[in-house]
């Protein structure tokens, strides 16, 4: 009798299981479309393991992305100093957060996040992984200034993410773990490839003689010298990722990577920011000094600073740059607006 | 013949995925060829960049700050690998062979790619990590990137960019006339005993003396384009380096 109970409630135990297993909903893969030129000339997207995109999970952190419930008044999301329409920064030198306060560091644009090999975030490259970052600005006192316990809170008893979660994680249980992995799934769909530039190397679009003639200002090693940090029509990312001192300082109020690793040969260092869409990202640099891009171009030209950390690609330093003729500048910035992506600000799925 | 084109990390994973297929039968004899370096013998890692502590045969005062090279055509037993050595990242200083028959080779190995191999655009872990050189240069990549300051003749720390590629003579732009600067590094017989470690001993400091003595305050930077200097690069690389400790 005791053994004929045992089996019993061992077959309604196994009976239960299946049935629960029948209603975990098996998330959708996402499709991460790779453009062409990526496909071709770069190594493939960094995606976690640990955190596949699924259409559930891509859905849920756009969802979240521009949910103003992240922050301690609702009144700011991730999407006010990352705007879609300015390729996901925003026009302000410093961004103000939920108490009127402002930072230090401009507002980094947001595309091609899968493809940040060395996966270091942020102007100094605190951040390991996209997830990691995306913790940051919800408790930042400056930012977004909540906690992740009453966000989880007021997610947890909204009427639709509990099943958003389980549909996209296999759980209605919400944690600051799995809003941070949603939220990353999203911003890996960010992919801008479709420039003219781009388009120009698929054999669809024609350079004008001023954006053929700056492209070569800015590969040529005697002229711009560019590429070496900031990539080539074969790395078409148009950032090598990496830190630099490009000698914006002779000191530094900001160690940038510096502060970061604790070593002082990289104070002043700071991420090159890729250089598509620089006709919808200003203001420039870590901390948006540079309005505009002619701002910028003498920058490299004529207004470099000697500093102990300036990067030995700075060329020229006693004559302030490479001093590039008004014709070779003027050139330079029409190539590099040929880098901009149209289709990528407009992009209705990375909007609201 | 079978080409691979990885970094070491790609490497590592490639090896550690299918270790437990072998390990279910036998392990193969492997060989770990480790490229280590040193300034006239004393030894230099990333922990030495960044200081001006070194000084070359022109008695010029230096530091290094950025150190990568590629390496091609590692050659035992006929298998070819390439390799992008970055000493500052500490990556790509070591890579591993396996399946090797006990027995007495010749390891050699390519510095830089040859014409054959140098195609403009096609390696995508070498594009990944801007290691191009532009088309107005005749495209391809470079061979080393060598990046650094120096104390010039105003006493002035000043930076300096030791870049090596094909030699390209730009004299007539739409002419332009390549020479392969590209060498073949033969280390002679190598015992490959088990496994071995093997050490490939890289020497900057001959970057900068043999047979050309350098000098940093007349060659320095935009060295890409200039014909001459490349060559020169070429010749001073072949001292750089030599077969180290073999252990088994």
Not at chain 1, 154 to 176: C, E, H, M, V, W
Not at chain 2, 164 to 177: E, F
Request: glycine letters at 6%.
């Amino acid at each position: 009798m005791k053994t004929k109970s045992i089996f019993l409630l061992s077959f309604l135990f196994l009976m239960n299981c299946a049935s629960k297993e029948e209603e975990i909903y098996t998330p959708v893969p996402y499709n991460l479309e790779i453009p062409t030129l990526f496909a071709d000339k770069l190594i493939a997207p960094i995606i976690p393991t640990n955190n596949p995109l699924t259409e559930e999970g891509v859905a849920l952190g756009k969802k979240l992305f521009f949910d103003k419930s992240l922050s301690g008044d609702n009144s700011q999301s991730c999407a006010t100093c990352h705007n879609p329409k300015k390729a996901f920064t925003d026009e302000t030198r410093f961004s103000d957060g939920i108490d009127g306060n402002f930072g230090t560091r401009n507002s980094m644009p947001l595309f091609n996040l899968a493809w940040n090999f060395n996966e270091k975030f942020t102007w100094d490259g605190k951040d390991f992984s996209l997830e990691k970052q995306a913790f940051e600005p919800v408790s930042n006192p400056i930012e977004m200034h909540s906690n992740w316990k009453k966000v989880v809170e007021k997610l947890q008893g909204n009427s639709t993410y509990p099943d958003l979660f389980l549909r996209a994680f296999g759980t209605s249980t919400i944690d600051s773990v799995l809003v941070t992995k949603a939220i990353a799934q999203f911003e890996r769909t960010l992919i801008s490839a479709n420039s003219k530039f781009d388009k120009f190397l698929l054999g669809k679009a024609t350079l004008t003689a001023e954006e053929q003639n700056g492209f070569n200002v800015f590969m040529d090693e005697a002229k711009g010298d560019c590429f070496h940090c900031h990539g080539s029509n074969n790395n078409p990312l148009w950032t090598d990722n990496q830190f630099h001192n490009n000698g914006l300082d002779a000191t530094f109020t900001d160690l940038g990577l510096g502060k970061v690793t604790g070593d002082p040969n990289d104070n002043g260092k700071f991420k090159s920011p890729s250089l598509r869409n620089l006709k919808f990202t200003a203001p420039f640099m870590h901390d948006g000094r540079f309005a505009t891009l002619e701002e910028v171009i003498n920058h490299y030209s004529e207004g470099l600073q000697r500093s102990s950390t300036i990067d030995p690609l700075m060329k020229k330093i006693n004559d302030g740059g490479v001093n590039l003729s008004t014709k070779e500048k003027a050139d330079l910035k029409a190539f590099l607006l040929s880098l901009s992506d149209e289709e990528f600000v407009n992009n209705s799925s990375f909007n609201k | 013949m079978k080409k691979y084109s990885f970094l070491l990390i790609v490497i590592l994973l490639a090896f550690n995925s299918c270790k437990e297929e072998l390990d279910c039968c036998v392990n193969p004899p492997s060989v770990n060829l480790k490229f280590t370096h040193n300034w006239d013998g004393v030894p230099i890692t990333n922990q030495d960049f960044n200081e001006l502590k070194f000084t070359n045969e022109n008695g010029e005062k230096l530091s290094i700050e950025r150190l990568r090279y590629l390496i091609s055509n590692i050659n035992l037993i006929g298998s070819k690998n390439n390799l992008l050595v970055d000493v500052g990242e500490n990556s790509g200083t070591e890579i591993s062979i396996s399946d090797i028959e006990n027995g007495t080779y010749d390891l050699s190995f390519r510095f830089g790619f040859s014409d054959e191999d140098n195609k403009d655009g096609t390696y995508q872990f070498l594009n990944s990590v801007s290691f191009d050189v532009p088309a107005m240069l005749g495209g391809g990549y470079h061979f080393m990137q060598f990046d650094g300051k120096y104390i010039d003749n105003n006493n002035q720390e000043t930076g300096f960019n030791y870049h090596t590629i094909r030699a390209v003579d730009r004299t007539n732009p739409a002419d332009l006339k390549f020479e392969d600067t590209s060498f073949e590094v033969n280390l002679g017989k190598v015992e490959i005993k088990n496994n071995t470690e093997i050490e490939i001993k890289v020497n900057i400091a001959e970057w900068f003396k043999n047979p050309n003595i350098w000098n940093l305050n007349e060659l320095n930077t935009n060295l890409m384009g200039n014909f001459e200097a490349q060559k020169m690069m070429r010749a001073n690389g072949k001292s750089v380096f030599s077969l180290g400790k073999v252990r088994q």
